[in-house]
């Protein structure tokens, strides 16, 4: 019985060795549409101190360096000087909530009757062209 008992777990154990979930599998598909969400003061702050940043040091090609560098320079800042930067954000918030507010409302609004299929013209005048290209072929020969 302990060869019964051993084949059972390695059974088990190849098993939950081959199951793996996949990544793409999950979830609906992200609306290109959909307005992006605002950065955070930090990264608001970044997008200045990159420039900086490349000016003081132009050869350093680490991306890993300028963020670490930006990290402890933003530690560093007292509450009055990153106050520029939370004021640039939330202003960038407000404009998101606004696009959010009308990307929403579209969305209940649902697909107008004028709108499209799923194919684009452009798809759709392909399959037309490459039909009528099929039939010049063959009387060429």
Known sequence: MKGGKAKAETRSSKLSVTKKPTKGGKGAAKDPNKPKRPSSA???F???????????????KSVAAVGKAGG?????????E??????????????YE???????KKLEEGPK????????????????????????????D
């Open 82 to 95: 990153k106050a520029p930067y939370v004021a640039k954000a939330d202003k960038r918030k407000v404009e």
């Open 72 to 80: 402890e320079k933003w530690k560093s800042l007292s509450d009055s």
């Open 42 to 44: 930090f990264f608001v």
């Open 113 to 140: 009757e004028d709108e499209e299929s799923d194919k684009s013209v452009s798809e759709v005048n392909d399959e037309d062209d490459a039909e009528d290209g099929s039939e010049e072929e063959e009387d060429d």
């Open 46 to 60: 970044m997008e200045d101190f990159r420039e900086t940043y490349k000016k003081e040091h132009p050869k350093n």
């Open 98 to 104: 606004k696009n959010m507010k009308a990307y929403n």
